[in-house]
């Protein structure tokens, strides 16, 4: 499952960032942001599976900070592409979204699952 997670992880990724650079209410943007509505789906349920076997365990605490981290990437990713289809300024929500991109990753690769991957 884990594997299936950061999969779809590393493919929104890279889905918002070519949605963000395309031109604001193109059609290809519209298609690849409704792409990536699909992969949230996916994150959000491998997230869920993941998080409720690991909440019986001693790191319950910080699989819930790193689950609060992945919801406000998501979130951050949404608002910065709705707010750049209706041009409006971005700037500020750039810098939080790599913020909390920056600790969710950071939070995965120190949680146990994160050093089982490798």
């Known amino acids: 499952m884990i594997h299936m997670h950061l999969t779809a992880i590393i493919i929104a990724i890279i889905l918002f960032f070519v949605s963000a650079t395309m031109q604001a209410g193109s059609k290809g943007q519209k298609v690849t942001h409704m792409i990536l509505r699909v992969f949230y ?3 959000l349920i491998s997230g869920a ?3 409720s076997t690991q909440m019986a365990g001693a790191m319950a605490m ?3 900070l790193k689950l609060l ?4 990437v998501i979130i951050m990713m949404e608002i910065v592409l709705v707010r750049k289809e ?7 929500l750039w810098v939080l979204f790599l913020i909390f991109l920056a600790f969710t990753i950071y939070m995965g690769f120190h949680l146990p699952l994160g050093l089982k991957f490798w």
């Open 62 to 64: 910080q699989y819930g």
């Open 49 to 51: 599976i993941i998080f």
């Open 41 to 43: 789906i996916l994150i």
């Open 69 to 72: 981290g992945g919801l406000l």
């Open 86 to 92: 209706k041009s409006k300024s971005t700037g500020t």
